[in-house]
T-cell receptor, first 114, second 116 residues
Framework: DAGVTQSPTHLIKTRGQQVTLRCSPK?????VSWYQQALGQGPQFIFQ???????QRGNFPDRFSGHQFPNYSSELNVNALLLGDSALYLC?????????????FGSGTRLTVV | AQTVTQSQPEMSVQEAETVTLSCTYD???????LFWYKQPPSRQMILVIR??????QNATENRFSVNFQKAAKSFSLKISDSQLGDAAMYFC?????????????FGAGTTVTVRA
């Protein structure tokens, strides 16, 4: 049973560019959340998607946007990249009725902005 | 907003011995969930143990146990019989039981090293 799959694993972008990160949730899961983890820090919640809608958003600017597809997979888009966007981006999935049991995380995408 | 504090940036333990990681949190809610996640160098967050705030009994998962003190808003993790594979970053996390709040709030993490 595949867990959460994220692609790509590493990415280098230039300031001002746009980037798209992808996530496939664990089989059977229907919610997808995205987190940003700066080096040496704990993850910060970006947003969560369910039924193709963003239903909660953290304290991130509108440059961060997302999408969920009918097969529950998700994309995270970041526009006008800043050096400060360099981080590990983690995707987490769960069953909508099972979120109290925790989330299953992927191994992340390491984004470097130069 | 809930905040989670892990006051120990690093902890070191001898193999086969016990280490305790501390976590405190700030909330005005009465019902919530608490988690400990492990993040090895592979970067994947792995759920170690969870606790429901309305349950008095401390959670246990094999060599991992918690000391949940609701009044003190404290949630420490004890790793018994430490193994080399326990070396990782450990994060304490909080999730509200409020129906429209889905986010996990994480602490800054504690790096655990295990000495052979």
């Amino acid at each position: 049973d595949a867990g959460v799959t994220q692609s790509p694993t590493h990415l280098i972008k230039t300031r001002g560019q746009q980037v798209t990160l992808r996530c496939s949730p664990k089989s059977g899961h229907d919610t997808v959340s995205w987190y940003q983890q700066a080096l040496g820090q704990g993850p910060q919640f970006i947003f969560q998607y369910y039924e193709e809608e963003e239903r909660q958003r953290g304290n991130f600017p509108d440059r961060f946007s997302g999408h969920q597809f009918p097969n529950y997979s998700s994309e995270l888009n970041v526009n006008a990249l800043l050096l400060g966007d360099s981080a590990l981006y983690l995707c987490a999935s769960s069953l909508v009725r099972g979120q109290g049991y925790g989330y299953t995380f992927g191994s992340g995408t390491r984004l470097t902005v130069v | 907003a809930q905040t989670v504090t892990q006051s120990q940036p690093e902890m070191s333990v001898q193999e086969a011995e016990t280490v305790t990681l501390s976590c405190t949190y700030d909330t005005s809610e009465s019902d919530y969930y608490l988690f400990w996640y492990k993040q090895p160098p592979s970067r994947q967050m792995i759920l170690v143990i969870r606790q429901e705030a309305y349950k008095q009994q401390n959670a246990t998962e094999n060599r991992f146990s918690v000391n949940f003190q609701k009044a003190a808003k404290s949630f420490s993790l004890k790793i018994s019989d430490s193994q080399l594979g326990d070396a990782a970053m450990y994060f304490c996390a909080y999730r509200s039981a409020f129906i429209n709040d889905y986010k996990l709030s994480f602490g800054a993490g504690t790096t655990v090293t295990v000495r052979a």
